[in-house]
């Protein structure tokens, strides 16, 4: 643990944290400086897709010691965003967040999940907005 937080105390030292992006018609735009973001990302599933199994208790997010050590190589590479695509809405992701955010990395987090009734139905898209599905993340 001792490392982890030396780790940390690092990484924030090298980075600021992320402002709010706002969209300015077709831009991401820092909603604090006005500048234009350009994002320059990675995909961000640890485990692949076979890594999300909401029964675990561990999802991309919910592991520190392993996003500190992702944020790290991401920062190395001059990355600002990555894109997750699986979430157990019912984990403390606090910690990643927190490490993301503090290297200066924005998180696109989707909100659907590989298992029934919890993505959209590209046959019918208004079926899927049922009430499991909104209420995945209430």
Known sequence: MAYFLATLGLLAGAAVA???????????????????VMVIGVDYQPGGQSGYNPGSGIDPLSNGTVCLRDAALMQDLGLNTIRVYNVDPDLNHDMCASIFNEVGIYMIVDVN??????????DDPSSS??????????
């Open 18 to 36: 992320v402002n709010p992006v706002v969209m300015k018609g077709a831009d991401f735009v820092d909603s604090t400086t006005n500048d234009r």
């Open 129 to 138: 907005y049922n009430t499991d599905y909104l209420n995945r993340y209430a």
């Open 113 to 122: 999940s590989p298992l029934g009734g919890q993505s959209i139905n590209r």
